[in-house]
C-alpha cells in the first residue's frame, strides 16, 4: 500500500468516503456504451485512493462465511425460543447454516440478534424459517452491495477530457471567423442595429454560383494558409 492510500483511510472517515462515493457517482454517465465521466470530476489523489481502499474493505466484508460463526449465531437463535425444545438442533442448525453458507457470518449473527430481540418482525414464539432470515440478511447487506457497486462503477467509469468554457469559446470564434470566410454567414440588420445571420441552403448555393472557389482556395481558406 502506498503512503498517501495510508493516510487517505485515516483521514476519511467510512461516513465521509460513502459521502463522497454518491458525488462522484452522480457525475457518471453513459455514452457511447460505456460509462464514463469527466477528468474535471473524477475522484484523484487521496479520493481515488480513499475510494480503492472502501472498495478493497466492502468486498473483504461480503465474502461469505466463516461457516463456524454462522452456525454458532443460529445456533444461540434456536437455544432462545423455548419452541424448539425437543428439536433436532444439530440438524436445524446445519439445514439453515447450508441456506445461509453465500452470507457473510457478520450479517447472519445481526440478523439471528435482530430475531432474538424482535426486531426482525415474524411470529416471535416460534423460530424463523431460513427464508425469512435469509431475506432479513439480504436488507442488512444491502447498504454496503449498494456502496460498492457504486464505488466500482465510478472506479471502472473511462475518464475522458472535458473541453474548458474558454476552450469551447475559442474553438466557436474559430468556426465563426471560418463561417465568414466560407461565406457560410451575412450581415443584416434589425433597425438601426447590425445583426449577424446564418445563410440559408438557397443562399449559400447562390452564392458559391456567383463566388465560384477552387479547391486550391477552399483548403487555403479553411486552413487559414495561402500559397506562395
Known amino acids: 500500500m502506498r503512503d498517501d492510500q495510508s493516510t487517505a483511510v485515516t483521514i476519511l472517515s467510512p461516513a465521509a468516503i460513502s459521502a463522497r462515493v454518491e458525488d462522484y457517482a452522480a457525475a457518471v454517465t453513459f455514452q457511447g456504451g460505456v460509462w464514463s465521466i469527466s477528468d474535471r470530476r473524477a475522484p484523484a489523489g487521496r479520493d481515488l485512493a480513499a475510494l480503492q481502499d472502501r472498495e478493497a474493505q466492502l468486498t473483504a466484508s461480503l465474502a461469505p462465511g466463516p461457516m463456524h460463526d454462522i452456525q454458532r449465531a443460529l445456533l444461540q437463535m434456536f437455544l432462545a425460543f423455548p419452541s424448539s425444545n425437543g428439536l433436532d438442533m444439530q440438524g436445524a442448525v446445519a439445514a439453515y447454516a447450508a441456506a445461509l453458507s453465500i452470507f457473510p ?91 449577424k445571420r ?31
Open 105 to 195: 457470518a457478520w450479517a447472519v449473527t445481526r440478523a439471528c440478534e435482530d430475531v432474538v430481540r424482535g426486531r426482525a418482525g415474524g411470529n416471535k414464539a416460534f423460530a424463523p424459517s431460513a427464508a425469512e432470515v435469509s431475506s432479513h440478511v439480504t436488507g442488512i447487506l444491502s447498504d454496503a452491495k449498494r456502496e460498492a457497486a457504486l464505488i466500482r462503477k465510478v472506479l471502472g467509469a473511462q475518464i475522458y477530457r472535458e473541453v474548458s468554457d474558454d476552450e469551447k469559446a475559442r474553438v466557436s470564434a474559430a468556426f465563426r471567423a471560418l463561417a465568414d470566410e466560407l461565406g457560410m454567414s451575412s450581415w443584416g440588420s434589425e433597425g438601426d442595429k447590425p445583426v
Open 198 to 228: 446564418e445563410r440559408s441552403l438557397d443562399e449559400l448555393a447562390a452564392h458559391y454560383a456567383a463566388n465560384p472557389l477552387q479547391p486550391s482556395e477552399t483548403i487555403a481558406s479553411m486552413t487559414g494558409k495561402r500559397g506562395a
